[in-house]
């Protein structure tokens, strides 16, 4: 039985490998591979894609959210509101800089942050908002910039999973105070390491940051405050530089084929992933739920389909972050989501295999 993959990286490769090869090829003749052009150029095409003044390349999107948090100020003492329905990245960002995750729950529908939680979470400690646009759909971002106004608050978008999602006609990440991406081989711009992306439109915030992840230096030998090394390597910008040419198009192969799984699933039992109207998905992961989830995860590997779960165990019930705190939504959620294949070179037929088997189990 062939096996239908979550994700095939080859077949990415084979359309593109050539590009790849000679950019790769470039920055080995050039001799220069830490913190040059390939590097700034990236810096300001993905900036720009994204409606930001300023991109500063780090080692990974992790990095990119603990530096975010950081560059702000926000340290022991302070609080961050937001998910628990998230990569752990999110929360590892605000404990590591010593401060304290306060979770809000999800909206039932997008699995985002329920924006109008937020404001019962707010408390003398509260320094940030980090709305995270998950599976590659946009947080509501109207009303968390509106609270976050009214209290003062910075806005630290966590975007890793959702390069060119669009809320109102604006790219997310380029709509808070901080934007987070990661490049992680998986995303929809996937580097082929790890790599990430810090974007802002404030100037200052942006030369803290590129002091930040080389250091604390503002130029070699010379440290004005302690930082880390968290550097975008060349090799990596060059890749990501070829295939940010490619994203609006592979976004687009997405949205037809979430339109197609959509479209055949819509009368089962499974919920399908929603668009709002304000919203532009993306489909970094195409999330489904239903009640038997794991009775259906077995049966469509037993019928040479993998699928995984984004994610199986809240943040606010890990071992590491366990709190006395409930949240409803999320914890019900968590049982029923199934990540189904999804990536641009997942073709239509595939999708149709996928979708009937679906189909078969739900009407068993």
């Known amino acids: 039985m062939k096996m239908i993959l979550f994700n095939d990286f080859k077949r990415e490769y084979a ?12 920055v080995l003749k050039s001799g220069w591979f830490i913190l040059g052009e390939e590097t700034e150029k990236f810096e300001e095409e993905f900036s720009k894609f994204i409606g930001a003044r300023f991109g500063i390349g780090v080692n990974s999107g992790s990095d990119a959210l603990y530096l975010a948090v950081k560059s702000l100020g926000i340290s022991e003492g302070d609080e961050v509101i937001t998910v628990s329905h998230t990569m752990i990245s999110t929360v590892d960002a605000i404990t590591r800089n010593g401060a304290t ?63 060119g999602a669009e809320y109102k006609r604006a790219k997310v990440g380029g709509i808070g105070h901080i934007g987070c991406f990661s490049f992680y081989p998986t995303k929809n711009l996937g580097a082929y390491g790890d790599a990430g992306m810090i974007v802002t439109n404030n100037e200052e915030l942006a030369d803290k940051l590129r002091k930040m992840r080389n250091y604390g230096q503002s130029k070699r030998y010379y440290h004005d405050f302690v930082g880390v090394n968290s550097r975008l390597d060349e090799v990596q910008a060059a890749i990501l530089r070829i295939k940010l040419r490619y994203l609006d198009d592979w976004n687009e192969k997405r949205r037809k084929l979430a339109k197609i799984y959509t479209d055949l699933l819509e009368n089962t039992e499974v919920v399908t992933p929603i668009e709002k109207e304000c919203a532009k998905h993306v489909y970094h992961i195409y999330v489904v739920r239903y009640k038997e989830r794991d009775k259906l995860q077995q049966y469509l590997l037993n019928h040479g389909i993998q699928t995984l779960i984004h994610y199986p165990i809240p943040v606010h019930m890990q071992k590491a972050y366990k709190t006395c705190n ?32 679906i189909m078969k189990y739900c009407q068993n």
């Open 15 to 26: 359309v593109i490998g050539e590009e790849i090869s000679q950019a790769i090829q470039r």
């Open 101 to 163: 995750p306060v979770f809000a729950d999800i909206d039932p529908d997008t699995y985002l942050i329920d924006a109008s939680k937020i404001e019962t979470k707010i408390s003398n400690k509260t320094r940030a908002i980090a709305p995270v646009h998950l599976y590659g759909h946009p947080a509501d971002m109207k009303p968390i910039m509106e609270i976050a106004e009214k209290y003062n608050l910075d806005v630290i978008e966590d975007a890793c999973q959702a390069h």
């Open 326 to 357: 409930r949240l409803p939504v999320t914890e019900k959620i968590c049982n029923e989501i199934l990540s189904i294949p999804m990536y641009p070179w997942l073709k239509g037929d595939e999708v149709r295999i996928i979708s009937g088997n």
